[in-house]
């Protein structure tokens, strides 16, 4: 740690940190990273999915969220604080009126003989208004860096209400996902099902012409079973996702289950992915500019705690009129006015200042530390989020083809049983590895649509507007 240096032209210490560190983390320096943050772009991308009612879910989600809420109050709150600091460095003025009506004992010092003499009145009244104003001015730049510090707190709540709106977004998204996914899975095992009865059904009729074995009709039906058995699990999964979504949005379940009961297909998602990473990415993402923006809140904070150190000027002044009758109050002579500029140091604090001097700048070192940690993270989520994104299209295009073939081959397998060249276990076979082949395929399809949601989160906002 550098040590403290103290004076009116103090500024902060070097972070040790190795040069170049985030150059060599993001291939971009930190002036070009951080200059102009975009946090707040519209991160409108699932509207390419062309889902209404997703849309609808994540704009209800946005506008009822309680977590969601709450952030926007430390928003406000954060905000509200900065004018609180800015009034410090403005002329407190505050208006006073009085009256005041005193008995003075006959014996009162120095106006004793004027009393007993009839001249002065031991009844006294007086009025008494104006206006006092106090102004500590800012010599040595304490209350300019509060303000400072207040502003970048606000900036990172703002930052952190886009990223608690961006987490949100991506919840839905996954949510909704997982049920689509459940649907379909269910669907596709009912579809299938009816093709088993069918197998089924022949395995019947074969062994009742003399052509078939009982052996086969048992085996049919053990298959029929077990997909049968599978269909209770995808309606948990498919419950699970209702519920989540139901607290996300605070919708009554009921009702949600009613909007999402009618079976829909997975969203078909883009084929293309965003160039320019990860330099791009670290202007938008919101828990970058938050870590930031609390860098540079740690960073005023050691200006506010040097400014103690010197001295305090302030400037008091009272200004209004006096007088003994009230209808007296407002005539000439009777103005009063006082100025008393003041000046207060603390001389001996007993090591307190520059103690506390010292943990503003382990509070700051810390913050850029956090900073350097969010930056490095934020690369890597983005890195795998792209390798996951485009390796999920592999996988379900090769899926996609090894369906066709899979259900080709059920279809020659059903002829020649039929004809009696084949044996039926190859066609109880083949239909059991298109039941898989199909179940896996919904789940690819699923892990694309999902890739993306996490894609989306790690590059921050609306990227397809942006990049």
């Given at each position: 740690m550098t040590a403290c240096t103290v004076g009116p032209d103090y500024s902060p210490p070097e972070m040790d940190a190795p040069e170049g560190w985030y150059a060599e983390a993001t291939g971009h320096s930190i002036e070009q990273t951080t200059k102009s943050p975009t946090h707040g772009a519209p991160e409108s991308w699932w509207r390419q999915l062309e889902d209404p009612l997703l849309d609808q879910l994540v704009e209800q989600a946005i506008e009822a969220n309680p977590k969601l809420m709450a952030a926007r109050a430390r928003v406000r709150k954060a905000r509200a604080l900065v004018g609180i600091a800015e009034s410090g460095l403005l002329p407190q003025v505050a208006a006073r009126g009085s009256y005041t009506e005193v008995e003075l004992s006959e014996r009162t010092p120095i106006l004793e003989q004027f009393i007993r003499q009839g001249q002065v009145d031991t009844r006294q009244n007086l009025y008494d208004v104006g206006f006092d104003a106090q102004w500590e001015i800012d010599v040595f730049g304490g209350t300019r860096r509060a303000v400072e510090a207040g502003v970048a707190r606000a900036a990172a709540a703002e930052a952190g209400l886009a990223d608690a709106r961006l987490s949100l977004k991506a919840e839905v998204i996954r949510h909704y996902i997982h049920l689509r996914l459940a649907q379909r899975q269910s669907a596709i095992l009912t579809q299938q099902l009816k093709l088993q009865e069918q197998i089924v059904a022949l395995a019947q009729e074969q062994l009742s012409a003399g052509?078939?074995?009982?052996?086969?009709?048992?085996?049919?039906?053990?298959?029929?079973?077990?997909?049968?058995?599978?269909?209770?699990?995808?309606?948990?999964?498919?419950?699970?996702?209702?519920?989540?979504?139901?607290?996300?949005?605070?919708?009554?379940?009921?009702?949600?289950?009613?909007?999402?009961?009618?079976?829909?297909?997975?969203?078909?998602?883009?084929?293309?992915?965003?160039?320019?990473i990860p330099g791009s990415v670290l202007r938008r993402r919101p828990d970058i500019h938050k870590a930031e923006m609390q860098l540079k809140a740690a960073t005023a904070e050691i200006g506010v705690n040097v400014a103690q150190l010197f001295p305090r000027f302030s400037l008091t002044g009272m200004a209004g009129a006096q007088a003994s009758r009230f209808s007296n109050l407002f005539e000439s002579g009777s103005g009063t006015w006082t100025i008393l500029p003041g000046v207060s140091w603390a001389l001996f604090q007993g090591g307190r200042i520059r103690t506390q001097i010292e943990a503003a700048e382990l509070q700051q070192e810390e913050a850029f530390q956090s900073y350097r940690q969010v930056v490095n993270e934020a690369v890597a989520e983005v890195e795998t989020a792209l390798t996951r994104y485009g390796l999920s299209f592999q996988t379900r295009e090769s899926l996609q083809s090894m369906v066709t073939v899979q259900r080709k081959a059920v279809e020659l397998s059903r002829e020649a049983y039929q004809s009696g060249v084949a044996d039926f276990l190859d066609l109880l076979e083949a239909q059991r590895q298109l039941t898989n082949g199909s179940l896996k395929l919904a789940e690819a399809r699923a892990e694309t649509l999902l890739a993306l949601a996490t894609l989306e989160k790690a590059l921050g906002g609306d990227w397809d507007t942006q990049l």
């Open positions: 052509v078939g074995t009982e052996f086969d009709l048992h085996r049919a039906q053990a298959l029929n079973h077990s997909i049968r058995a599978q269909l209770p699990g995808f309606r948990i999964q498919e419950l699970a996702a209702l519920y989540r979504i139901s607290v996300l949005t605070d919708e009554d379940t009921t009702v949600l289950s009613n909007r999402l009961s009618e079976i829909e297909a997975l969203p078909q998602p883009p084929d293309l992915v965003p160039l320019g």
